[in-house]
């Protein structure tokens, strides 16, 4: 009988004097595995469960029939038994069935597949929302998900912590490089008491990466019964084992894809890919847009702040119970976002003909550049204290920085609100070009050449703090990116390698139309090219270090890479910066959830029929969901290149993204409707099944501002106040 075949792929299960081979490649190419499946396969009973090929199989069997091998064995108690079949898109279908085949129960067990392709070279591993090439950018000092370079390391955690259950390795074998991607399909286990488990994914680290498909063990930092509960903490666990009755059987099912890879670093988008042909269950529907806007804008509404001059959006509520109780300020770009909500009081001003929205916008951008200026021309603080009547920044080493993301953020909504006031023929102050101009001059301020460098060659950044700052400013580090912050002197707080300042490059950009300059286009196309070549060629240093409460790979650095490269898109109409953008946004689609994991009975999540499908994960770190995504920019992109794939997955996320809005007075525990938890816990990271109530602005300014940039999209009806 011979081999599978699909396309251009062969797989099957062989006999052999000492067992039965698995073997699956390319049909007239290289052979991607081949190894005895009793050394693939692991079945482990006691506590805690070991990583180890099955010991002493017995009783080999084997059935090759057109379509489907099926091969089988016995170990201990249990016998299992492997099928092999390609389905209908060409991706292998292998299915394990663990069955007891004594008389007794047995327990603590931890059965599933160790799929080891032996020392593989040059190779990067990407579990989606969870480890990206092992995190190079990751703290080292604080706990997040790593295999480790030496044997003996390995993470291994619960599939509905994966928002794409499944993983993706690349490595090099001689000249060619490969891919392979092992996918799992979840199946949830529900006990008696409605608590829901899932088997578990990851990876350990032998001769090389081991990918591992396992009924629920857990690992961490290579010790076994380690979870990952929170920020950089974990703790133990005796969760994930399995127990079978006498002749109960326990089915992983699971699906393989593999191939040739052409471009170094970026076979995570055929996990992507993949996925859309896998997972093809449907999202929320949730709220129209209309109402979603609606309802948002009364939480916008409450966050207005205005006494004489000072005007702004401040971060938080002041309703009690609605959210934390902080001091009253204005947080412009991360957290808070306040200049994004002006630009969205505007933008619904000009929709509904409501001058008092506009003029509110007009006075919170008055009152944030009359007031905010540093000592150095072009650098501006990141808050107002309204309690203290203080301007403040954020602070690195116990001193003052101005963030370069939450400034790079905060100018660009400004360069949205001149270009929203002149689509209106509202007037700009000439003020605020002025302003936008200094701001440019300030970022386009290279770092001094050091003694003996030619300025052609700038000195390659370090990975520490600098240890002896210019002594005058500089807002650019010797590569030519972004810090990821200043000092109040124009200085950079820190060399770190980082994709924080991209911002800052999305500004400039925007400014340079604003400003109607060639050359600021043209040297922001430069800046880009640099963090490109920094993070998206190879990816061997992924997006990383934007989310400003962590220290690690994260999605919202390679969000601004592509909203920048979807900007130089935009201006220019060049390919290359097409294919910029779908390398950026697959590589975001990898953080998007394509399934969604049941909850507990008794969960929040649970009883409101939560759907999980289109929802964003956070960072290595963060592992919960929250909806800042650019989905605007995806829908635009997608519809202008006609990428069916990209305007779905946007539209999937725009509406999984209003499931928690309040949309009356207490729902999701907030007394003012329109207000939404910054962070929904879909698995064992802080309080699985529920939302949170804290309320930064920003959960207003980033979705509000998406579903009214898409709401211009679609043409306007006979009755709508801006038909």
Known sequence: ?????????????????????????????????????????????????????????????????????????RTGPLAVEVRLAFNDTNHLNLELRWRNISKRRVADLAVGLLLDLGRVMDSQLTIPGLIYNDNPSADPARAVPRIGPTPGGGFV??????????????????????????????????????????????????????IAALSGVL??????????????????????????????????????????????????????????????????????????????????????????TVAGYTKFSDIPGNGPRKSRHFLYGWTGQALKLAWCDAQIGFNTRDRLRIDRCRAAVEFYLSGSPTPTPGLRHNAYQVSTRRWTSFRAGNRPMISSRAYGETISDLTDIITLFRAHNEPVPPSWLDALAEIMTFLRTPAPTPPGTSSRTPAPASSGASSRPATTPAAQLADGTFPVGWRLDGTPAATTVSAAGIPCVLAALKASSVLDSAELLSEATIWLSRYHDQHARTFDRPFSRSTLDAACEDKEAGMYYFMAAYELFRRTGDPLYATWCEVAADWLLTWVYVWSPEQDDDSPLHTAGFNAIGWPTVSVQNHHLDTFFPTYELLSFGLTTNNPSYVAAARTTLQALTQTVATAPNAWNFPLPGEQGEAVFQTHWQHRGHTNTWNPSWVIAVPLSNALRTQSLQPPTPDSPHA
């Open 1 to 73: 009988m011979p081999a599978l075949t699909s396309g251009p792929r062969q797989a099957e299960l062989r006999r052999t004097p000492d067992g039965v081979v698995l073997q699956f490649g390319q049909a007239d190419g290289p052979v991607h595995l081949e190894r005895p499946l009793g050394d693939l396969l692991t079945c482990s009973a006691g506590r805690p469960w070991q990583p180890s090929p099955l010991a002493s199989p017995d009783g080999w069997w084997i059935s090759r029939r057109p379509g489907e091998h099926r091969a089988g064995c």
């Open 219 to 308: 690992m961490f930092d290579g010790k076994q019964d380690v979870r990952y509960v929170s920020k950089a903490e974990t703790e133990a666990t005796d969760d994930g084992y399995l127990t079978l009755r006498p002749g109960e059987v326990y089915t992983q099912r699971l699906v393989l894809d593999w191939g040739p890879q052409n471009i170094r670093g970026h076979a995570f988008r055929h996990l992507v890919e993949s996925a859309r042909t896998l997972f093809t269950a449907a999202g929320a529907r949730g709220l129209p847009l209309d109402e979603f806007i609606n309802l948002k804008a009364v939480a916008l509404d409450n966050r207005w702040y205005q006494s004489g």
């Open 157 to 210: 955690t619960e599939e509905d912590r994966l928002p794409i259950p499944g993983m993706n390795l690349e490595w090099r074998e001689g000249r060619e490089r490969r891919w392979l991607s092992v996918f799992s399909r979840p199946q949830a286990r529900r006990s008696g008491d409605g608590q829901v488990r899932y088997g578990s994914l990851g990876a350990i680290r032998q001769e090389g990466p081991v």
